[in-house]
């Protein structure tokens, strides 16, 4: 088994009386792509700022490359790459002018490998546009270049897709895709249920805590006990009533423009059926579903 | 059709060089939920900001409720509650002195005020909280009071803008409760219904508005309900699950009736050529199989709203 790329124990990080990262330990494995799930408040940047030695954990520690991240943060900062939420880039530089200044920056002024990290992120024929007339989603590349500029091992991504559109954000995995394919491991952190699917692996975060962290399937499969099914019914919010009252119902939510119930026993449909009946709800559509992360982490965080 | 409560004609706005929306028009009815959905800079609060009065378009037109923005302000406005994107609560006041003070600063007085305070905490599920501080508030309960604020004036149109970013789902999910009571059985004193604008970044969320508009560059790129969005892909969305995803993608992509393939998770979603997915269902196993992958499963799904959305905006490259 090939040494652990990250290996994080117990790591914690307190401001004041509030708990930002409360005792989270886990590893990750070169190339992988691993996600990290929670919402605005959840400690995923502070993690993520213990990782790069930029904050001192509270207890803890952190190996990442096998240097210590806070006593060896130089090492571990010359052999990452992070592209953090809000990235900066200079409005009034061209693109390969940014690129050129951060690659200084890492001590990389070949300026061959500094076209090849555009080419990389398909940025070459912007050259020369200032970077502050980029759309949303070439900005996003411009950062993502930056951070790679070095050739890092291992990369850490902060909320990269927060904001663009969904084009730019399926055109952004496919780069991270490509790269893990070339042996990088990325660390991701995401807001999106959805942009956790992509991942190999996914932590779910809540105020501090590291729920969980698996395959997405597994987690699913481990978290999800019951059956899955959509609800296509009017008027919807007194189908979402019946439910919730109905019983062996773990959960119901919005998905969209229906409903989705999580049941603890199988074969529900009938009991189903009946509930939304009897609440005098027209039945459109009933059928199975899949469980979702948001599933997961709505289960997890109930718990 | 009844009056629409906000009604935009050919509105433009300009900052600078940059034209941040550009001839949009749009109608709510009572009884809707209205979606403006797009990414950062698509022009979705510029357009929420002139709908409230906060910005002035270079040239168009707004009428809210029927009272034109620009002449009739005071009773336009007066029917227009708004949640911004950072709204702002004051943390050392309690929840009740937090509505009042938003109560008073919108005009009304304290007879008034007090009962359809109390009335908006229990719809937004406050109501034990009154004498909390706002600053011990979690999110969601913040996120609430600054709902229950924009109400309590009773508007007949709510504009809200991105007010689910980045907040945990289980919250996601209370507020859109609230948003679908809200229009579907509204609070006493709105009896002749309420509209919400929304924006967001969700796709999830998109689907579940009444009707939604796709915003890029400041423009509409499509407008109509989800169904509607979504028939535009009918039968041309397959999903196709199998190993190693590097070959039946490069399979897809060589497919001449693909016009699209992205991988999502662990399997593949492609988009082909209309009335092309019997014959690509029935012809690339055999090319995936012929280049080494496996096939578990490839056919039709219907189409999601974020697949709409990719097949409407032409790519940058």
């Known amino acids: 088994m090939p040494e652990p790329v990250v290996v994080v124990e117990n790591l914690t990080r307190k401001f004041g009386d509030f708990v930002a990262v409360d005792h989270i330990s886990f590893t990750v494995q070169p190339g992988e792509i691993v996600g990290y799930l929670g919402p605005n408040g959840s400690g995923k940047t502070t993690t993520i700022r213990m990782l790069l030695g930029l904050l001192k954990p509270t207890a803890g520690h952190a190996l990442v490359l096998g240097f210590d991240s806070f006593r060896q943060s130089e090492q571990v900062r010359a052999r990452c790459g992070y592209m953090s939420q809000k990235f900066a880039l200079y409005d009034d530089l061209t693109v390969i002018e940014n690129l050129t200044f951060y690659g200084g920056v890492y001590g990389v002024t070949d300026k061959t490998l500094i076209a090849e990290t555009l080419a990389r992120v398909g940025l070459s024929r912007h050259e020369r546009e200032m970077t502050r007339s980029l759309s949303a989603g070439w900005r996003q590349r411009l950062a993502l270049s930056i951070a790679l500029v070095h050739r890092p091992k291992l990369l850490f991504l902060d909320e990269p897709t927060s904001g663009v559109d969904p084009t730019a954000r399926r055109k952004f995995w496919d780069l991270i895709y490509g790269l893990a394919a070339e042996g990088v491991t990325v660390l991701v952190t995401t807001h999106y249920m959805d942009e956790a699917e992509y991942c190999e692996r996914v932590g779910i975060m809540r105020d501090g805590k590291l729920l969980a962290l698996d395959q997405p399937a597994r987690l699913k499969q481990e978290t999800i006990s019951g059956e899955v099914w959509e609800v296509h019914a009017q008027p919807l919010e007194r189908a979402l009533q019946a439910l919730e009252r109905a019983e062996g119902v773990a959960h119901v939510g919005l998905a969209g423009d229906h409903l989705r119930v999580v049941v603890q026993h199988p074969q529900a449909e009938a009991a189903l059926r009946w509930a939304l009946q009897a609440a005098g709800v027209t039945v459109a559509l009933l059928t199975p579903g899949e469980a979702t992360l948001e599933d997961v982490f709505l289960a997890l965080a109930r718990n | ?317």
């Open chain 2, 1 to 317: 059709m009844t009056q629409p409560l906000a009604k935009a004609l050919h509105l433009r706005k300009t900052f600078g060089q940059t034209l941040a929306v550009d001839d949009l028009s749009l109608e709510v009815a009572a009884g809707e939920i209205y979606g403006l959905v797009g990414a950062d800079g698509a022009g979705k609060t510029t357009t929420i900001r002139l709908l409230v009065g906060a910005l002035r378009p270079d040239s168009g037109q707004i009428e809210i409720c029927g009272y034109d923005l620009k002449r009739q302000v005071e009773q336009a406005r007066a029917h227009i509650g708004y949640l911004s994107q950072r709204f702002s609560l004051y943390e050392d006041l309690t929840v009740l002195e937090n509505i009042r003070f938003f109560a008073e600063v919108r005009g009304l007085s304290a007879e008034e005020w007090r009962p359809r305070s109390l009335e908006i905490l229990e719809f937004v599920g406050l109501e034990q909280f009154t004498e909390r501080r706002a600053g011990q508030l979690s999110g969601g309960m913040k996120q609430k009071l600054g709902l229950a604020i924009a109400l309590v004036t009773r508007p007949r149109l709510l504009l809200l803008d991105e007010p689910t970013t980045g907040v945990d789902p289980a919250t996601r999910q209370d507020f859109w409760q609230l948003i679908i009571r809200l229009v579907s059985d509204p609070p006493k004193g709105a009896g002749e219904g309420v509209a919400v604008i929304i924006s967001t970044p969700y796709m999830d969320e998109a689907a579940r508005c009444h009707r939604l508009g796709f915003m890029r560059s400041g423009r509409f790129l499509m407008e109509g309900t989800p169904g509607e969005l979504r028939s535009a892909l009918k039968e041309r969305i397959l999903e196709l699950r199998g190993e190693p995803l590097t070959i039946l993608r490069q399979a897809a992509e060589e497919d001449v009736d693909v016009e699209e393939a992205h991988a999502f998770g662990d399997r593949l979603h492609l988009r082909v050529r209309p009335g092309a997915a019997p014959a690509v269902i029935a012809r690339l196993p055999d090319h995936i199989r012929a280049r080494g992958g496996r096939v578990d499963d490839l056919r039709l799904i219907p189409p999601g709203l974020e697949d709409v959305f990719i097949a409407l905006s032409k790519s940058e490259d």
